[in-house]
């Protein structure tokens, strides 16, 4: 069988994860909270799991009653107008699957697709599966904000899409309105369309706020918006998500969705549904993670890595040259070996796999895991 991903490995959260387990290495590699979801929502699930009907099928767009709910969640959070529960709004096997369907059902052979450098791993390769080209245009080595005037002379008639990630894995970096602006003055009068993961939606720190998409009318209106449940109540293992976009954007993901997984499992949709309401869930996650950003940032003073600042998301990017002049890989394997603290080499989010000198921690742990890690990294 000739490859159709020749050049692609075992993704890098898997490596990292995997080497952590077979040299007890405390894992701040993979991003997942070592701590479980609300209580209120496992036990939900666990009553849905008793509950006869609920074991079936789940309509193929998702429940209609957890579709409502992140309509009105939607609008109350961006003061946007409530996105239409039948025609704008799918539950999807993870911000993953959406991912996949949006550019199975917009990418067809040749056409190019924006990716911003570094970028989440799947990105470029889920692309090349569709027969597109990823344009990679690397974010500004300062802020890793885009520099839309590179933006700009990389876009062509061919750009069938430009793909967003803000809150931004691996760096942390959120986008302003202002960037938004820039994106939508951009493609004023093209037929590109806009793909903008915002997972970490419920991740930005110092009293910053997040600019979603939908809050840019203009680019609203060509854009797939993807969340993801996984992130925002500690239970990655879920794999539920969603995607935002208009009617005529839904009808074509769900295309492919329906052929795809067809729909998602139901109880744990039922389970979503009875806490969505809660809104001081996610209005105490910004707080939750600052403190623990903050925590870590305490403690790696006393280290000799340099932190990068980390206004969103749950990661955090350290320099390591007073430490090693070693390639990201080669450090980091080293670090869970030798150190007992598994992280994420950066180069593994750049297609060239260039070398940046940087490495990624996730803070989505226990204060007392993040206190464990430090000591440890403090020893070196
Ligand atoms: N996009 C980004 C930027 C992510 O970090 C992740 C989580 N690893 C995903 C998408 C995938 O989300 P899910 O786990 O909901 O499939
Ligand atoms: N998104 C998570 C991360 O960046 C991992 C997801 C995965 O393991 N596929 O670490």
């Known amino acids: 069988l000739v490859s159709k991903l020749p050049d692609v490995g075992t993704s890098i959260f898997t490596v990292m994860t995997q080497l952590a387990t077979e040299c007890g290495a405390i894992n ?49 959070v961006y003061k946007v107008p409530a996105p239409d529960p039948g025609t704008e709004i799918t539950i999807t096997s ?5 991912l996949y369907a949006v ?29 597109g080209t990823p344009v990679y245009v690397p974010l500004r080595s300062t802020d890793f904000r885009p520099d839309w005037d590179q933006v700009a002379a990389a876009l062509s008639p061919r750009t069938r899409l430009v793909m967003l990630n803000t809150p931004h894995n691996p760096t942390g970096a959120v986008l302003t309105a202002e960037d938004l602006g820039q994106l939508a003055a951009l493609l004023r009068d093209t037929a590109t369309l806009v793909l903008s993961d915002e997972v970490y939606e419920h991740m930005v720190y110092d009293e910053q706020a997040h600019h979603s998409v939908l809050q840019q009318p203009e680019l609203a209106e060509r854009a797939f918006v993807l969340s993801s449940f996984g992130k925002t109540y500690h239970a990655t293992g879920w794999k539920v998500g969603y995607c935002i976009a208009p009617p005529a954007l839904t009808a074509e993901l769900r295309r492919v969705h329906q052929f795809l997984t067809f729909s998602v499992s139901t109880p744990t949709q039922h389970a979503l549904a009875d806490v969505l309401a809660d809104v001081a869930h996610y209005q105490a996650l910004p707080a939750f993670y600052q403190h623990k950003r903050d925590l870590f940032a305490e403690l790696m003073r006393a280290t000799r890595f340099e932190l990068l600042p980390a206004p ?31 992280v994420v080499p950066v180069s593994a989010f750049y297609h060239h796999g260039q070398s940046e000198g940087l490495i990624r921690f996730c803070f989505a742990k226990r204060d007392e895991t993040l206190v464990a890690a430090a000591e440890r990294l403090q020893r070196l």
């Not at 590699?29 to 036990?43: K, S």
């Not at 993870?94 to 959406?98: I, N, R, S, Y």
């Open 28 to 76: 701040l590699a993979q991003g997942f909270p070592d701590y479980d979801p609300p209580q209120a929502l496992t036990e939900a699930l666990a009553r849905h799991a008793r509950i006869s009907g609920h074991q079936q099928y789940a309509p193929m767009p998702g429940l209609l009653r957890l579709r409502e709910l992140i309509s009105q969640k939607t609008a109350q």
């Open 94 to 98: 993870g911000a993953t699957e959406a």
């Open 103 to 131: 550019l199975a059902a917009v990418v067809r052979p040749g056409d190019e697709v924006l990716v911003l450098e570094p970028a989440y791993d799947l990105y470029g390769p889920a692309i090349r599966l569709q027969g």
């Open 312 to 342: 969103g998301a749950y990661f955090q990017l350290a320099r390591y040259n007073q430490l090693s002049a070693e390639d990201d890989f080669t450090f980091a394997r080293r670090l869970a070996r030798e150190a007992g603290v598994a």
